[in-house]
């Protein structure tokens, strides 16, 4: 990852291929294809169950416990009850199991929203544009856009203060195409191609639940913990905690010993590098808040700059804590196929 610098230099701040790891890359693949995945794993499992069209309703609850969910079919309309000795909750950010919960979230401020649209990697002859492997920030005019690389496109996200979409759509798609091609003047002529119908606003928050469980019930990933676009980052995080969950749970599934220790163990284990990265991410913030308020772009500091020339080995660091992650977990044996 590439970053401008106050000095008028470009500054590697993170360099995946420093890293002393077997795959020292970051490998960008859409929801569903990531989700397919999952699921064909899971069924060479021999009791493994996927109710797809299925959503969660209401918790069973017996004796102020968690003893399952009663769900809704939309194929068919009908409702069921599943039990089960431990309920997870894994369904994002906007949780429908932890709000039945009654899981209090403490929330951070967010001040800015992100412009999500692509954009072909193509000129006004139609030749294809090369704008590298990195990812790269660009700005213009104070407006700050990140350009993920993808072959014959590129994914850009526009950074702009929180709750301004309206205003942004007000002044048309032909300033919006504008904005864009100051910034990205090689893909100007793409932009004539992308349209307001192209652009979304994913709902960008920062928050954490303060207790992932309750009797029965225990939430991982944006279901406890919502991470910012910062870094990319939440995807990692909650594998990781699917992870350590499945290490710490599975022994006392199989034994009949489900108890509040061995959940409470699983936030124990997980939030300290989820508190890490969420106040690296609030500094970032702080940073982004302070360039939109001076309508520039952020950029790396002259020390720091002048640092990683110096010790290029450092852009390791961010690199590790954004690819490896705070925490990283290992699969335990019983789980390896």
């Avoid at 009663?70 to 429908?96: F, K, V």
């Avoid at 403490?106 to 692509?118: G, I, K, M, N, T």
């Avoid at 944006?222 to 710490?248: E, I, K, R, T, Y």
Wanted: net charge positive; proline share 7%.
């Amino acid at each position: 990852m590439r970053v401008p610098a106050a000095d008028g230099t470009v500054a590697t701040l993170a360099d995946f291929g420093r890293l002393r790891h077997p795959h020292p890359f970051i490998a960008m693949a859409p929801q569903w294809d990531f989700l397919d995945l999952l699921a064909d794993a899971g069924r060479q499992e021999p009791r493994f169950h996927l109710r797809m069209r299925t959503e969660v309703v209401e918790l069973v609850r017996r004796d102020g416990a968690v003893v399952g969910v009663r769900c809704r079919d939309h194929a068919t309309g009908m409702t069921e009850e599943l039990l089960a000795p431990l309920t997870i909750g894994a369904d994002g950010r906007g949780s429908c199991v932890r709000r039945l919960a009654g899981l209090r979230m403490r929330e951070f401020r967010v001040s800015f929203d992100v412009l999500w649209f692509r954009i072909a990697a193509r000129d006004a002859d139609e030749a294809p544009v090369d704008v590298g492997r990195s990812l790269l920030p660009r700005g213009a005019g104070g407006r700050l856009f990140i350009l993920i690389p993808r072959g014959d496109y590129v994914q850009a996200a526009m950074l702009i203060p929180k709750g301004s979409e309206p205003e942004l759509r007000a002044a048309g798609i032909g300033a919006f195409r504008a904005e864009v091609a100051a910034a990205v003047p090689e893909l100007a002529a793409a932009m004539e191609d992308v349209g307001f119908d192209d652009v979304h606003l994913p709902d960008v928050r920062l928050n954490r639940a303060r207790r992932w469980w309750t009797r029965g019930l225990l939430c991982i990933g944006d279901a406890a913990h919502a991470m910012s676009p910062v870094g990319g980052v939440g995807v990692n995080l909650a594998v990781q905690d699917g992870v350590a969950a499945a290490a710490l749970v599975a022994e006392p599934l199989l034994q009949g010993r489900m108890s509040d220790r061995v959940v409470t163990a699983v936030q124990r284990r997980r939030a300290p590098a989820t508190i890490i990265t969420q106040t690296a991410q609030r500094i970032v913030h702080l940073g982004l808040r302070r360039a939109f308020a001076r309508r520039t772009v952020p950029l790396v500091p002259r020390t720091v700059a002048r640092l990683l020339r110096l010790a290029p080995v450092l852009s390791a660091v961010p690199a590790r804590v954004v690819g490896v992650g705070v925490r990283p977990e290992h699969a335990p044996d019983f789980a390896r196929r």
